[in-house]
């Protein structure tokens, strides 16, 4: 049950982190650069968890009394990880690639500190996802079990940052090939489906449906 609950955390937040955007190219290009790559991965992973924990406690305290909210939100929440799930096989369809360029002047660590944090904190997706989303779908596994969620969901993003800070020279030839992400993005597509679905038949049993 612990491994269980533990996967479907890792799978959730590994689902809605691994995507293009600024925040993956920033990390993928300070590791080109080999410049403050510990501290970049460290920071954007803590940062993560950080907010994963908050967001399952804040919403398991909040949703505790309130049994209905609870299963509305459960019910949102298959919702957009259906739509999420679709979203991402539409963009399967699409040729793109992740580019992070490796010209330019190197950053001091105070500046590279500063463009994570912006990258991570000033993107209101990363509070929706992690506090919102993740958070409500937290709370509604058993007390004893959340913090093997939040484990989970904070492991994915430790091991995404790791791989594109520590491993960028591997995978930036094979990050910036379309076929690549329409791959990645098809088994997100299909893992969101899954965990919508999972959320749904959780809901019907605590419903006695």
């Given at each position: 049950m612990m491994g269980s609950v533990f996967l479907q955390g890792l799978a959730l937040s590994l689902g809605l982190i691994?995507?293009?955007?600024?925040?993956?190219a920033f990390v993928l290009r300070q590791g080109l650069r080999r410049e403050h790559v510990g501290s970049v991965v460290f920071f954007c992973a803590s940062i993560d968890a950080l907010l994963i924990a908050a967001g399952v406690l804040g919403m398991a305290q909040a949703l505790g009394e309130r049994p209905m909210v609870a299963h509305a939100l459960a019910l949102a929440g298959?919702?957009?990880?259906?739509?999420?799930?679709?979203n991402a096989l539409r963009r399967a369809l699409h040729q793109n690639g992740l580019l992070?360029?490796?010209?330019?002047?190197?950053?001091?660590?105070a500046a590279a500190m500063a463009q994570a944090a912006a990258f991570t904190l000033l993107n209101p997706h990363v509070y929706l996802d992690t506090v919102l989303l993740v958070g409500s779908i937290g709370a509604q596994q058993p007390a004893d079990l959340r913090v093997w969620f939040v484990a989970g969901a904070s492991s994915a993003s430790l091991l995404w940052f790791c791989a594109?800070?520590?491993?960028?020279?591997?995978?930036?030839?094979?990050f910036a090939k379309p076929r690549a992400w329409q791959v990645l993005d098809i088994l997100i597509g299909l893992t969101m489906w899954a965990l919508s679905g999972m959320l749904v038949l959780r809901l019907v049993g605590?419903?006695?449906l």
């Amino acid at each position: 049950m612990m491994g269980s609950v533990f996967l479907q955390g890792l799978a959730l937040s590994l689902g809605l982190i691994v995507a293009i955007g600024a925040q993956n190219a920033f990390v993928l290009r300070q590791g080109l650069r080999r410049e403050h790559v510990g501290s970049v991965v460290f920071f954007c992973a803590s940062i993560d968890a950080l907010l994963i924990a908050a967001g399952v406690l804040g919403m398991a305290q909040a949703l505790g009394e309130r049994p209905m909210v609870a299963h509305a939100l459960a019910l949102a929440g298959a919702a957009f990880l259906a739509a999420y799930g679709w979203n991402a096989l539409r963009r399967a369809l699409h040729q793109n690639g992740l580019l992070a360029n490796e010209e330019g002047d190197g950053l001091t660590w105070a500046a590279a500190m500063a463009q994570a944090a912006a990258f991570t904190l000033l993107n209101p997706h990363v509070y929706l996802d992690t506090v919102l989303l993740v958070g409500s779908i937290g709370a509604q596994q058993p007390a004893d079990l959340r913090v093997w969620f939040v484990a989970g969901a904070s492991s994915a993003s430790l091991l995404w940052f790791c791989a594109l800070g520590f491993g960028a020279q591997w995978l930036a030839p094979l990050f910036a090939k379309p076929r690549a992400w329409q791959v990645l993005d098809i088994l997100i597509g299909l893992t969101m489906w899954a965990l919508s679905g999972m959320l749904v038949l959780r809901l019907v049993g605590t419903m006695g449906l």
